[in-house]
């Protein structure tokens, strides 16, 4: 989540109220539309192209959990919020 200071001078309550609520209905909404998006399930070829690496290299990161895989038959696919979070976990220095 971004962070930034608000300074607020010369409104009242009465304005500022209604402002407050449309803007965090607007930010509600996005998160939903991004939390739907984040549950779609990906073939190995669409994971492995999200995060720029060779299917081999995705296949390791299966191996050792770091990437979760789900397998629905005799297909293989992978949550793209897992995905995310794996690369976020990854990326922590």
Do not use: H
């Amino acid at each position: 989540m971004k962070k930034s200071i608000l300074q607020i001078e010369n409104i009242s309550t009465s304005e500022l109220i209604p402002q407050l609520v449309t803007e965090l209905r607007k930010v509600i909404k996005e998160e939903q539309l991004q939390n739907e998006n984040n549950q779609d399930l990906l073939t190995r070829d669409e994971a492995a192209k999200l995060l720029s690496i060779s299917l081999v290299t995705l296949w390791k990161y299966t191996k050792e959990d770091i990437i979760p895989a789900y397998r629905i038959g005799t297909k293989i696919r992978y949550k793209k919020a897992d995905i995310l979070t794996a690369l976020k976990q990854m990326n922590k220095f």
